[in-house]
Structure formats: structure tokens, C-alpha cells
């Protein structure tokens, strides 16, 4: 009989104790835990596709593994020991699939996801937590919330990162700081990256957004207004929404510097332009139509709208798929690119900078790529030169280098 087929899932190895692991993790984190399995254990899990029973797996395992048999009930229990943690096409999965997406679907308000895994679910200890980024080594120095001028336009565009807070959040400080310096804004474009990468260009939600420091409200009027342009069904995949990281933390950040006194407008972006085209169906032309439109709404109201992009740059190492350790020459040889496709970002050259990284076929995996692009769309034209106030990186703990970087347009 049949063995059932492995979801489609994360997978990267990790060392624990000097021992080799691989670790499975579910992007549409529907299973919110990890798995680790021994590498015997995840060649086995790899076979499973649906239509293999275990007689195909023990030959398989055998050639793979010069001869050495594996017992049936081994993988058997390896089968099993997925099944229960729901990494496994299973009815099992299914159901508990359905009942998260109905939960989510009929929730007002997009829960804060990650309060209590990468930062404080608390408020007063979340504003220690990140009161301290300022202050540590690397970071701008003692926040201050006073200061600045409250008839101060906010400003523009603000590319930020979206690393985990406890690798970057020195450099989260840096953009944060200068942008409250600006005049507070009424409305914020937040620009996210969708890791899941569904085939649609952007990803709309209505859902407010919590955060330890109160909910943030979504403008519900401007994302109807950039739902009537979509040629594409901007919903459809909004459960990636509910676990991604890019706008959440962009959230936090905000609430941190206002309270729940600013609404946002929260866009994930996916898959646009060669290539990247994972949906032929969906040309550029409607890409450009749908980015107009949000330069349109910030246009309408100027000195009330900021838009920031929660982006990270380079992913680089043998975590990300190389085949080689980092170095000190690599790192050099990263920053450099960077800083390449920095000059046309801070020109506000949103083209220039999407050539730039795309001239090497992206070899760097910007991630932030789209969602960048898309920021300075939307405010393309306006105001003079973006200021580049943080670069950084940060070494991944299964051998890598993740760069990002604080660019303010005031």
C-alpha cells in the first residue's frame, strides 16, 4: 500500500551536540514546531511522493546506502512520527488545515504571531527588549522621545529590515529612530515579503494588525482601492499573511514609536517579473497599474503618508543552497554587490535597482528585491535622495550570511 506524500515543507541541516540534523519546518506554518530527523531518516522522508510503499523505499535506501537494509517498521514509525506532528498529505493535516483557515478567515484581527517566540509578548517588557537595541554596540545610542518637531512632515519611504530582532535589532534602531524624527504619519504603506511565495504579485488583507503595544488599524478603504485594480484575487493566499514576519515586525516597530495612533496598509509581495515569473498570467503591465495606484494614494495626501519596506538583502552560505563557507572575502564580495544595488535604490531608481540585482541572475537571493522595488514605485518621483543610515549582516546559525540594510527618503 501506498505510503502518504510529504507536504511541502522547509527543510536545512543543523548541528546538535556534534551531531548532523535536518530539520523540517512548515512555511505556511500551519505546524507551528520544528522536526529534527537524522539524515538516514530524511532521505527516507524525500521518498515519500504519494505512490511508494515500503517494499520501493527499502530499494531505494539500498542503492542509497550501499546495500544497508532498513527495517519496515522503521519506516513505519518514521511515517508515523510525521504524521503526528502534520508534516504528511494526511486527513490528519487536512483537518487541522481547515480548522486554522477558518479560524483566520473569520478573525477581524491578524493576531500578533510571533509575541512570545522572536520578541516579548509582554508591552513593558517588549519596550525594554527593544530599548536596548539603541544602546548596545552597533546601535544609534539612547532613544529619545522627545525632540522632535510635531509640525515635521513624515517621511517618505523607509527601507528597513526584516531579520529576526535578535540579530538585527540594532539596525532596526537606526531606521526607526531617524524616522521619528520625521513628523508622524497618519498612514503607513508597510511593503512585506511573502516567504512563502504564493504566484500572485501582492497579497492584501483587511486585518488589523495586533501588537503587544495595541492593534494597529488597517486603512480598509485604500486596500478596496488597490483590490479593484488587481487582476489577480489579492485574497486568495492571505493565510500567508498570518505567520509572515516581514510586516509583523514592521508593526511592532511602529507601535513601538506611536501606540496604535497611525493605521497601515499592509501588502506582501510575491512573484512579479522575469525571473521570477511564476505566474505568466499576471503581466508586468498589471504590476505597474496596481503600484500607480498606491503612488496615487500617497500623492493624494502629502505629508500624511510614509511607506516603509521590510526588507532584507543577501542570503549567502550553504544554509541558502551554496556550496561553499563563509568567509572574510565573501563577505567583502557581498557588501560590495549591496552596495551596487544601493546606489540606484537611493537615487529612488527602482528600475536601476532591479537590473542591478537581477545583472547576476539575483546569485545573492535578495529577498527583498520585489518588495524594495515596490516601495520606491510608490514614491517614485517624489523628493530628492534616499540616506543611507545602517548596513549590516548577520551570520545564519546553520552557516550563512543574511545583509540588510536602513535607507530614509525624508
Same mark, same amino acid.
Given at each position: 500500500?501506498?505510503?502518504?506524500?510529504?507536504r511541502?515543507?522547509?527543510?536545512?541541516?543543523?548541528?546538535? &551536540?556534534? &551531531?548532523?540534523?535536518?530539520c523540517?519546518? =512548515?512555511?505556511?506554518?500551519v $505546524?507551528e514546531?520544528? #522536526?529534527?530527523?537524522?539524515?538516514?531518516?530524511?532521505?527516507?522522508?524525500?521518498?515519500? *511522493?504519494?505512490r511508494?510503499?515500503?517494499?520501493?523505499?527499502?530499494q #531505494?535506501f539500498?542503492?542509497?546506502?550501499s546495500?544497508?537494509? $532498513?527495517?519496515?517498521?522503521?519506516i513505519?514509525r518514521?511515517?508515523?512520527?510525521?504524521?503526528?506532528?502534520?508534516?504528511?498529505?494526511?486527513?490528519?493535516?487536512?483537518?487541522l &488545515?481547515?480548522r486554522?483557515v477558518e479560524?483566520?478567515?473569520?478573525?477581524?484581527?491578524?493576531p500578533?504571531?510571533?509575541a512570545?517566540?522572536? %520578541?516579548?509578548?509582554?508591552?513593558?517588557?517588549?519596550r525594554?527588549?527593544?530599548?536596548?537595541?539603541f544602546?548596545r554596540?552597533?546601535?544609534?545610542?539612547?532613544?529619545?522621545?522627545?525632540?522632535?518637531?510635531?509640525?515635521a512632515?513624515p517621511?517618505r519611504?523607509?527601507?528597513?529590515?526584516?531579520?529576526?530582532f535578535?540579530?538585527?535589532?540594532?539596525? %532596526?534602531?537606526?531606521?526607526?529612530?531617524?524616522?521619528?524624527?520625521q513628523?508622524q504619519?497618519?498612514?503607513?504603506?508597510?511593503?512585506?515579503?511573502?516567504?512563502?511565495?504564493?504566484p500572485?504579485?501582492?497579497?492584501?488583507?483587511?486585518k488589523?494588525?495586533a501588537?503587544p503595544?495595541?492593534?494597529l488599524e +488597517?486603512?480598509?478603504?485604500i $486596500?478596496?482601492?488597490?483590490?479593484a485594480?488587481c487582476?489577480w484575487?489579492?485574497?486568495?493566499h492571505?493565510?500567508v499573511?498570518r505567520?509572515?514576519?516581514s510586516?509583523?515586525?514592521?508593526?511592532?516597530?511602529l507601535?513601538?514609536? %506611536?501606540?496604535?495612533?497611525?493605521?497601515?496598509?499592509?501588502?506582501l509581495c510575491?512573484?512579479?517579473g522575469?525571473?521570477?515569473?511564476?505566474?505568466?498570467?499576471?503581466p508586468?503591465?498589471?504590476?505597474e497599474?496596481?503600484?500607480? +495606484?498606491c503612488?496615487?494614494?500617497?500623492?493624494a495626501?502629502?505629508?500624511?503618508?510614509?511607506?516603509?519596506?521590510?526588507?532584507?538583502?543577501?542570503?549567502?552560505?550553504?544554509?541558502?543552497?551554496?556550496?561553499? *563557507?563563509?568567509?572574510?572575502?565573501?563577505?567583502?564580495d557581498?557588501?560590495?554587490?549591496?552596495h551596487?544595488?544601493?546606489?540606484?535604490a537611493?537615487?529612488?531608481d527602482?528600475?536601476?535597482?532591479?537590473?542591478?540585482?537581477?545583472? =547576476?541572475?539575483?546569485?545573492?537571493? #535578495?529577498?527583498?528585491?520585489?518588495?524594495?522595488?515596490?516601495?520606491?514605485?510608490?514614491?517614485d518621483?517624489?523628493?530628492?535622495?534616499?540616506?543611507?543610515?545602517h548596513?549590516?549582516?548577520?551570520?545564519?546559525?546553520?552557516?550563512g550570511? #543574511?545583509?540588510?540594510?536602513?535607507v530614509?527618503?525624508?
Amino acid at each position: 500500500m501506498a505510503l502518504p506524500a510529504l507536504r511541502l515543507i522547509d527543510a536545512f541541516a543543523v548541528e546538535q &551536540q556534534g &551531531q548532523r540534523y535536518i530539520c523540517l519546518r =512548515d512555511p505556511d506554518g500551519v $505546524v507551528e514546531h520544528q #522536526v529534527l530527523l537524522t539524515p538516514p531518516a530524511f532521505f527516507i522522508a524525500c521518498q515519500l *511522493d504519494g505512490r511508494r510503499d515500503v517494499p520501493d523505499i527499502q530499494q #531505494v535506501f539500498a542503492r542509497q546506502y550501499s546495500g544497508q537494509r $532498513v527495517a519496515a517498521e522503521d519506516i513505519r514509525r518514521i511515517v508515523a512520527h510525521l504524521d503526528e506532528n502534520g508534516f504528511l498529505q494526511t486527513p490528519r493535516f487536512v483537518a487541522l &488545515q481547515r480548522r486554522l483557515v477558518e479560524e483566520y478567515t473569520h478573525a477581524a484581527v491578524r493576531p500578533a504571531y510571533l509575541a512570545g517566540r522572536s %520578541y516579548p509578548a509582554e508591552a513593558g517588557a517588549l519596550r525594554v527588549f527593544l530599548d536596548d537595541f539603541f544602546v548596545r554596540d552597533g546601535g544609534p545610542g539612547a532613544w529619545q522621545h522627545t525632540g522632535r518637531s510635531q509640525a515635521a512632515p513624515p517621511a517618505r519611504c523607509l527601507i528597513a529590515p526584516h531579520i529576526d530582532f535578535h540579530r538585527g535589532g540594532h539596525s %532596526y534602531a537606526h531606521g526607526y529612530w531617524h524616522l521619528y524624527q520625521q513628523g508622524q504619519p497618519e498612514t503607513v504603506f508597510i511593503f512585506g515579503v511573502a516567504h512563502a511565495s504564493p504566484p500572485v504579485p501582492f497579497l492584501l488583507t483587511k486585518k488589523h494588525f495586533a501588537t503587544p503595544f495595541g492593534t494597529l488599524e +488597517t486603512d480598509q478603504d485604500i $486596500v478596496r482601492r488597490l483590490e479593484a485594480v488587481c487582476t489577480w484575487d489579492p485574497y486568495a493566499h492571505e493565510m500567508v499573511h498570518r505567520t509572515e514576519h516581514s510586516i509583523e515586525f514592521q508593526a511592532v516597530m511602529l507601535a513601538y514609536l %506611536y501606540g496604535p495612533h497611525v493605521r497601515i496598509v499592509p501588502i506582501l509581495c510575491a512573484a512579479f517579473g522575469p525571473p521570477m515569473e511564476l505566474s505568466p498570467s499576471i503581466p508586468m503591465p498589471a504590476v505597474e497599474t496596481f503600484l500607480e +495606484t498606491c503612488r496615487d494614494v500617497v500623492d493624494a495626501a502629502p505629508g500624511r503618508v510614509s511607506v516603509v519596506a521590510g526588507a532584507d538583502l543577501a542570503h549567502v552560505g550553504r544554509r541558502f543552497g551554496d556550496a561553499f *563557507d563563509i568567509h572574510e572575502a565573501i563577505v567583502h564580495d557581498v557588501a560590495g554587490r549591496d552596495h551596487e544595488d544601493l546606489q540606484h535604490a537611493l537615487r529612488g531608481d527602482a528600475l536601476g535597482f532591479y537590473h542591478s540585482v537581477l545583472r =547576476d541572475q539575483n546569485a545573492r537571493r #535578495v529577498c527583498g528585491l520585489n518588495c524594495i522595488y515596490a516601495a520606491l514605485k510608490t514614491v517614485d518621483g517624489a523628493g530628492g535622495r534616499g540616506a543611507m543610515l545602517h548596513y549590516d549582516y548577520a551570520h545564519d546559525p546553520a552557516g550563512g550570511i #543574511v545583509s540588510f540594510v536602513n535607507v530614509l527618503f525624508p
